[in-house]
């Protein structure tokens, strides 16, 4: 069975600090790879993805950027952090990119900008 | 490009009553639709997706009927319970490789006894 992990579970960080989540998927190969963001009380928004190693493209600007190393590895980061960049960063998986493959969200990252 | 609406805020119901979530939608091309729950603090979860031939998707209760004429994709289940409080998210997947999975704004449900 396929296990999607994303670190760290929370994060309190400074504005203009830098960030780094991650995520990994173990039990599928070349999946495709999907990074959203939730601020409070908002809507999933997509900001990145990845339908394979070193590939990334983004659909969202927020000042942030996301990269995958590994087959199996997603990480979104950012060199400054923002106010706005607080919310609930949500890795997820599909299948592939067919229109009809549902996505299999991570637990989720909680990030709070101060 | 593609977009997603659905019943805005927050929906109230007394245990025991149906329960009827809207969502409709705008899209280029035919479209999937699906339904996400997400229960407070945790990831969305896929509660239902819709099928090609007109199948009626049934999940935990609940379920969702995909009309294209309309393009509707409501969420209903008979008898609302405690445990279905949480916020409901329509989402939509449409055109070629990799399109994006677009949610709407949410609903959040609250069932009381």
């Known amino acids: 069975a396929q296990t999607i992990h994303q670190w760290p579970v929370a994060e309190i960080k400074a504005v203009g600090s830098p960030l780094s989540l991650g995520c990994t998927i173990k039990g599928k190969s070349s999946p495709n790879l999907y990074w959203y963001w939730q601020a409070t009380g908002g809507t999933l928004q997509q900001l990145f993805y990845?339908?394979?190693?070193?590939?990334v493209e983004s659909v969202v600007q927020l000042n942030l950027s996301a990269s995958r190393p590994k087959d199996d590895q997603f990480i979104l980061s950012t060199e400054k952090l923002l106010l706005s960049h607080s919310g609930f960063y949500l890795c997820?998986?599909?299948?592939?990119?067919?229109?009809?493959?549902?996505?299999?969200f991570g637990s989720g990252t909680r990030l709070l900008v101060i | 490009g593609d977009s997603v609406t659905q019943t805005e805020g927050l929906v109230t119901l007394t245990e025991g009553l149906p329960v009827m979530l809207n969502c409709t939608y705008q899209?280029?091309?035919?479209?999937?639709l699906f339904w996400y729950v997400q229960h407070l603090n945790e990831a969305p979860k896929l509660l239902l997706k819709?099928?090609?031939?007109?199948k009626r998707p049934e999940h935990q209760g609940f379920h969702a009927t995909l009309h294209k004429s309309s393009s509707s994709f409501h969420l209903q289940k008979s008898s609302a319970q405690l445990s279905d409080s949480a916020l409901y998210y329509c989402?939509?997947?449409?055109?070629?490789?990799?399109?994006?999975?677009?949610f709407g704004k949410g609903t959040k449900l609250s069932v009381k006894s």
């Open positions: 899209s280029t091309y035919s479209p999937f």
């Open positions: 989402a939509l997947r449409a055109g070629g490789s990799n399109a994006k999975l677009t």
């Open positions: 990845s339908i394979t190693v070193g590939q």
């Open positions: 819709s099928f090609t031939d007109n």
């Open positions: 997820a998986w599909s299948l592939d990119g067919g229109a009809g493959s549902d996505y299999t």
